[in-house]
């Protein structure tokens, strides 16, 4: 099913790229989304890519305070927690530029950022690099 989305969103991006142009914000979008079916097919680094680009675009096009840029982190901290990068997934649900607050705040997703970021913690707690500092 992913991998027949994934084929569509291929062509729609090659498509938008002509049409458009490479830098376009709905480009961005696009990218978002092939980015979300790698993630679904377990393909972390082409999903992370696709995003990356994506955050490139969206930056430039709509400035890096947009709250598009909100959701590309909280996508991004879930292939970094789905790949237990524990640290790198914490900072993007927690330690977030205005754009990632302004998205927590206008969303229904706050408890969802209390909850991954918790979850960040327990887990981090469980790390072995990180039993000895919490001991100490």
Same mark, same amino acid.
């Given at each position: 099913?992913?991998? =027949?989305?994934? @084929? @569509?969103?291929?062509?729609? &991006?090659? *498509?938008?790229?002509?049409?458009?142009?490479?830098?376009?914000?709905?480009?961005?979008?696009? !990218?978002?989304?092939?980015? &979300?079916? +790698?993630?679904?097919? =377990?393909?972390?680094?082409?999903?992370?890519?696709?995003?990356?680009?994506?955050?490139? *675009? &969206?930056?430039?096009? &709509?400035?890096?305070? #947009?709250?598009? $840029?909100?959701? !590309?982190?909280?996508?991004?901290?879930?292939?970094?927690?789905?790949?237990?990068?524990?640290?790198?997934?914490?900072?993007?649900?927690?330690? =977030?530029?205005?754009?990632?607050?302004?998205?927590?705040?206008?969303?229904? =997703?706050?408890?969802? $950022?209390? +909850?991954?970021?918790?979850? @960040? !913690?327990?887990?981090?707690?469980? #790390?072995?690099?990180?039993?000895?500092? *919490?001991?100490?």
């Amino acid at each position: 099913l992913y991998a =027949s989305a994934l @084929q @569509q969103y291929e062509q729609c &991006l090659q *498509i938008l790229q002509a049409c458009l142009a490479p830098d376009h914000a709905e480009v961005a979008d696009v !990218l978002t989304c092939i980015g &979300l079916a +790698h993630k679904k097919l =377990s393909r972390y680094p082409a999903a992370l890519a696709n995003y990356e680009r994506a955050r490139q *675009i &969206l930056e430039a096009q &709509l400035g890096s305070r #947009h709250t598009k $840029l909100g959701v !590309l982190f909280y996508n991004m901290a879930d292939v970094y927690r789905k790949q237990r990068d524990y640290i790198t997934a914490w900072k993007l649900y927690v330690c =977030s530029p205005r754009s990632r607050a302004r998205f927590a705040c206008q969303t229904e =997703s706050v408890a969802d $950022l209390r +909850h991954n970021a918790a979850r @960040q !913690l327990r887990e981090l707690a469980r #790390h072995p690099r990180a039993q000895p500092r *919490i001991r100490a």
